[in-house]
Structures are given as structure tokens and as C-alpha cells.
């Protein structure tokens, strides 16, 4: 006889809410519907968006004016 291992966590356990995990990545917002200009970046994270395509990116802020002088 087999007992059910209790004191392991569940793979299906969901973590502890919070705004900065209940954001999805900015592709995953775009493919819902939300256009690229309205994505929401996690907390500390700015939105830039890719100039040669449109596509959006929640980046650091010193990333993102690096990415802004290449062109974004």
C-alpha cells in the first residue's frame, strides 16, 4: 500500500497573487487583443515599442532609452 506523498507542493499550486505576476508578457497581450501602445509592463519596467515592426517589449528604463538611441 501507497500513501499520497501530502507535504510536497502541487505542481497546480498557484503562487500568491500579486499585480507584478498577474501581468502577461507583452506578445501574450498583443495576441488577446490589446493593441501594442496599451500593453501593460510589470512593475519597473518600461514599454518600447520595436519601430520596425510594431512589436512591443516591457524592458528596465536604462534598457529602454539604450533601445530608443538604436532605433526602437
Known amino acids: 500500500?501507497?500513501?499520497?506523498?501530502?507535504?510536497?507542493p502541487?505542481?497546480?499550486?498557484p503562487?500568491?497573487?500579486?499585480?507584478?505576476?498577474?501581468?502577461?508578457p507583452p506578445l501574450e497581450q498583443v495576441?488577446?487583443?490589446?493593441?501594442?501602445?496599451e500593453v501593460q509592463c510589470r512593475q519597473g519596467y518600461a514599454?518600447?515599442?520595436k519601430a520596425e515592426d510594431g512589436s512591443p517589449a516591457c524592458?528596465?528604463?536604462q534598457v529602454?532609452?539604450?533601445l530608443i538611441q538604436r532605433g526602437w
Do not use: D, F, R, W
Open 59 to 61: 524592458v528596465y528604463s
Open 31 to 37: 495576441k488577446s487583443g490589446v493593441h501594442a501602445n
Open 64 to 66: 529602454a532609452q539604450i
Open 15 to 24: 503562487a500568491s497573487p500579486s499585480n507584478s505576476t498577474s501581468i502577461l
Open 1 to 8: 500500500m501507497t500513501m499520497p506523498e501530502n507535504n510536497m
Open 47 to 49: 514599454l518600447v515599442i
Open 10 to 13: 502541487s505542481a497546480s499550486t
